[in-house]
């Protein structure tokens, strides 16, 4: 009833020419990972402007990851992800998620810190910079098996599963 209102699928899955799940991601990433960065140099270097860059990155990232779960759930639901690929897409889906709740929680603490004062950056938050860097880095991981491993998007692994190969 409703196949008709969408449009078609190309030969990535998509109804757009390319995933567009990536792109915002790697947005999500620099920011996050450029925004621990800038706190570590701020902190040791004494140089207090960076925790302003720091602050503004992971209010821009907090944002973006949310368009970037977006774009994936779609993506994911017109992925033909096979028996083999489902177990790591489930994963990075549960992490994207909770990634997304971790950046916001963590980005309000960090609003916090900022607004009692500007030029003060407690331990334990660089301590949680440490590991929501693991996590980010691990999610990277995954996002890389599916598509490098797994193919999914791909051209020849859309074509395999379309004509039951998979």
Known sequence: MFENLLPPL???NLPYPDTIHPIVVHFVIAMVLFAFFCDVVGYFSKNYKLYEVSWWNMFFATISIFIAIVFGQIEA???IAYDAAEPILDLHTIIG???SGIIA???GWRYVIRSQDPQKMPLAYLGI???LTG???FQVYLGDELVWVYGLHTVPVVEAAKEGLL
Do not use: M, P, Y
């Open 10 to 12: 190309n030969d990535h």
């Open 77 to 79: 639901g017109l992925a």
């Open 97 to 99: 998620w909770s990634l």
């Open 105 to 107: 929680a963590i980005t």
């Open 129 to 131: 910079g440490v590991l």
């Open 135 to 137: 996590l980010v880095f």
